[in-house]
């Protein structure tokens, strides 16, 4: 079993900056991703990175979200700049080890 904690979410004005962190109860060999979801919306990805550092973004990202992680300390993060009213979603983060692991989401509001 694996437990995953998010932090870092909360309120930021339009253009502002959040990162996210997701720290894991033990080592995740597989990917870590960021993933997103609406009122009345699927689940979607908005990036991943795999223990070795290769990265995958969803195409909404358009270079504002960066993914990086670091395996000492069982984390993920998602630095997210230049936010605006639709990036307003809870955040899940997600593991895959032996299994596949969600956390319970961190809330972004973007509002002035």
């Known amino acids: 079993q694996v437990q995953l904690v998010e932090s870092g979410g909360g309120l930021v004005q339009p253009g502002g900056s959040l990162r996210l962190s997701c720290a894991a109860s033990r080592t995740i060999f597989g990917p870590m991703s960021w993933y997103r979801q609406a009122p009345e919306k699927q689940r979607e990805l908005v990036a991943s990175i795999t223990r070795g550092g290769n990265t995958n973004y969803a195409d909404f990202v358009k270079g504002r979200f960066t993914i990086s992680r670091d395996n000492a300390k069982n984390t993920v993060y998602l630095q997210m700049n230049s936010l605006e009213p639709e990036s307003t979603p809870v955040y899940y983060c997600?593991?895959?080890?032996?299994?596949?692991?969600w956390g319970q989401g961190t809330r972004v509001t973007v509002s002035s």
């Open positions: 997600k593991a895959n080890t032996a299994g596949v692991y």
